[in-house]
């Protein structure tokens, strides 16, 4: 799968393709279904944005993402995704009116044949422009508009990226799993504790979502290594965890892995006197 990145090269995107538009973290079967609801003759890409709009709006909040970089590519080409046009979301671009951002870039640069987006989409300077809104452009600048959605699970809920953290922060880590369709994964760079006596390799979350506090199961895919088990338990007071393998795996003082979560096995509860105690002082249940 291609990816374009900004608008200075756009030559060999193909013209009248259809565009799926939206932010795509976590890619799940809500996305999956988006994109199935694409295929078509014309080729299918996706425009999206970087950094996620919120980091930009919201910029003091949590981190909270749960598939930066490229891992979002690589679940959209799985997908059959042929491409993808990533727009970098500044203050100047989230200043262009709904009109603007149709006009310019999805007629003006992209040659949009067809839009396809989630039925709640909302583009262009705070957030004034919607579904209608898109079909009365298309109709002008001559590209259809197809909403999708929601799209609902066997209990009726629909697929979002925000049960998934949802479901993290509480622990649900089967929920999370559903409405991805696969485990939640993260890459991350290892630090190996050299004082520990058992493997013991710590990591910070970086830009992703931390889920709650306590201890999970997990495979870990080390470099060159193949995957193996591992318990990762989840800080209460930093932005961190850190990973305890069984057996004798000999970690490298510096790593990269990716590591997928599987399942909580105890939660981290403080004591009563609050979110200010050690670590070491907390109990697990």
Same mark, same amino acid.
Request: hydrophobic residues 45%.
């Given at each position: 799968?291609?990816?374009?990145?900004?608008?200075?090269?756009?030559?060999?995107?193909?013209?009248?393709?259809?565009?799926?538009?939206?932010?795509? %973290?976590?890619?799940?079967?809500?996305?999956? =279904?988006?994109?199935?609801?694409?295929?078509?003759?014309?080729?299918?890409?996706?425009?999206?944005?970087?950094?996620?709009?919120?980091?930009?709006?919201?910029?003091?909040?949590? @981190?909270? /993402?749960?598939?930066?970089?490229?891992?979002? &590519?690589?679940?959209?080409?799985?997908?059959?995704?042929?491409? !993808?046009?990533?727009?970098?979301?500044?203050?100047?671009?989230?200043?262009?009116?709904?009109?603007?951002?149709?006009?310019?870039?999805?007629?003006?640069?992209?040659?949009?044949?067809?839009?396809?987006?989630?039925? +709640?989409?909302?583009?262009?300077?705070?957030?004034?422009?919607?579904?209608?809104?898109?079909?009365?452009?298309? =109709?002008?600048? +001559?590209?259809?508009?197809?909403?999708?959605?929601?799209?609902? %699970?066997?209990?009726?809920?629909?697929?979002?990226?925000?049960?998934?953290?949802? !479901?993290?922060?509480?622990?649900?880590?089967?929920?999370?799993?559903?409405?991805?369709?696969?485990?939640?994964?993260?890459?991350?760079? /290892?630090?190996?504790?050299?004082?520990?006596?058992?493997?013991? $390799?710590?990591?910070?979350? $970086?830009? &992703?979502?931390?889920?709650?506090?306590?201890?999970?199961?997990?495979?870990?895919?080390?470099?060159?290594?193949?995957?193996?088990?591992?318990?990762?338990?989840?800080?209460?007071?930093?932005?961190?965890?850190?990973?305890?393998?069984? +057996?004798?795996?000999?970690?490298?003082?510096?790593?990269?892995?990716?590591?997928?979560?599987?399942? /909580?096995?105890? @939660?981290?509860? /403080?004591?009563?006197? $609050?979110?200010?105690?050690?670590?070491?002082?907390?109990?697990?249940?």
């Amino acid at each position: 799968m291609r990816v374009f990145r900004g608008l200075d090269d756009l030559s060999e995107v193909p013209r009248s393709a259809s565009l799926v538009l939206g932010n795509f %973290d976590g890619v799940h079967r809500g996305h999956a =279904a988006l994109v199935g609801n694409a295929q078509a003759p014309a080729p299918v890409g996706i425009v999206t944005f970087t950094p996620h709009p919120r980091l930009l709006t919201q910029p003091s909040q949590p @981190p909270f /993402l749960l598939t930066p970089g490229d891992e979002k &590519y690589v679940a959209l080409g799985a997908l059959g995704v042929r491409f !993808c046009v990533e727009l970098a979301f500044t203050r100047e671009f989230a200043s262009l009116s709904a009109e603007e951002f149709v006009c310019e870039i999805l007629v003006g640069r992209l040659h949009v044949g067809r839009v396809i987006c989630g039925h +709640g989409f909302r583009f262009g300077a705070a957030r004034k422009g919607d579904v209608a809104l898109l079909r009365q452009l298309g =109709a002008r600048y +001559g590209f259809s508009v197809e909403s999708v959605g929601p799209i609902l %699970d066997a209990n009726g809920d629909a697929y979002s990226s925000s049960r998934i953290r949802n !479901c993290l922060a509480t622990g649900d880590v089967a929920g999370a799993t559903a409405i991805l369709g696969r485990p939640w994964m993260i890459k991350a760079r /290892l630090q190996r504790d050299v004082l520990a006596r058992a493997s013991r $390799g710590y990591f910070h979350f $970086g830009p &992703y979502l931390k889920p709650r506090p306590g201890r999970y199961n997990a495979y870990v895919r080390l470099e060159g290594r193949g995957a193996v088990e591992a318990e990762l338990v989840v800080s209460e007071v930093e932005h961190a965890g850190w990973l305890e393998f069984p +057996g004798q795996v000999a970690l490298r003082p510096e790593e990269d892995i990716e590591l997928e979560l599987i399942g /909580l096995v105890a @939660p981290l509860v /403080l004591p009563e006197w $609050g979110a200010e105690a050690e670590l070491g002082n907390a109990c697990y249940i």
